[in-house]
T-cell receptor, first 114, second 113 residues
Framework: AQSVTQPDIHITVSEGASLELRCNYS??????LFWYVQSPGQGLQLLLK??????LVQGIKGFEAEFKRSQSSFNLRKPSVHWSDAAEYFC????????????FGKGTTLSVSS | EPEVTQTPSHQVTQMGQEVILRCVPI?????FYWYRQILGQKVEFLVS????????KSEIFDDQFSVERPDGSNFTLKIRSTKLEDSAMYFC???????????FGSGTQLSVL
């Protein structure tokens, strides 16, 4: 069955510390992988996406993610977290480049402490 | 950056009533989507729409749901007879071309009482 698992429901990180949000997927075909961020009262904003090629992809706001096929993972990282990064983060997998008919994970809520 | 606009931001309705959620996609976009997120659960795909017809729909999108692009700018989701379990945040999204970025609206929170 196709699914996305984000094992951490809630993570708290100190401002300036590094961050890693975990994502594992199960998908029958070659996956197209995405990370979205949702701030309170806002829509979903695309942070980055992976289709093929270099397994380390750079996104907006200083985020990056690494695709590891052997582990079926696509973890999101940021070297130094800012207070404005506090939000909900969703990993998603889709069948094509557009990310249509996306399958989302349940999300990880990131809190940033000062 | 261009925006997908959804109205209203919050809609309250009685069980059994019809409700229409409205979306204005980005003007030159061709592909349109509805997703929903029940409180505490994951975002779920409902339906995709292209060239004035549904191109894909999920199991959630049963006969109670319909979509329409009535005037070339709006994209609506209708729920004919709402149920308590339809309470969720509904997100509209649009896309210009298949290899480009999917833009989401900020959502309509539907509360069915």
């Amino acid at each position: 069955a196709q699914s996305v698992t984000q094992p951490d429901i809630h993570i708290t990180v100190s401002e300036g510390a590094s961050l890693e949000l975990r994502c594992n997927y199960s998908y029958g075909a070659t996956p197209y992988l995405f990370w979205y961020v949702q701030s309170p009262g806002q829509g979903l904003q695309l942070l980055l996406k992976y289709f093929s090629g270099d397994t380390l992809v750079q996104g907006i706001k200083g985020f990056e993610a690494e695709f590891k096929r052997s582990q079926s993972s696509f973890n999101l990282r940021k070297p130094s977290v800012h207070w404005s990064d506090a939000a909900e983060y969703f990993c998603a997998v889709g069948a094509n480049q557009a990310g249509t008919a996306l399958i989302f994970g349940k999300g990880t809520t990131l809190s940033v402490s000062s | 950056e261009p925006e997908v606009t959804q109205t209203p931001s919050h809609q309250v309705t009685q069980m059994g009533q019809e409700v229409i959620l409205r979306c204005v996609p980005i003007s030159n976009h061709l592909y349109f989507y509805w997703y929903r997120q029940i409180l505490g659960q994951k975002v779920e795909f409902l339906v995709s729409f292209y060239n004035n017809e549904i191109s894909e729909k999920s199991e959630i999108f049963d006969d109670q749901f319909s979509v329409e692009r009535p005037d070339g700018s709006n994209f609506t989701l209708k729920i004919r007879s709402t149920k308590l379990e339809d309470s969720a945040m509904y997100f509209c999204a649009s896309l210009r071309e298949i290899n480009e970025k999917l833009f989401f609206g900020s959502g309509t929170q539907l509360s069915v009482l």
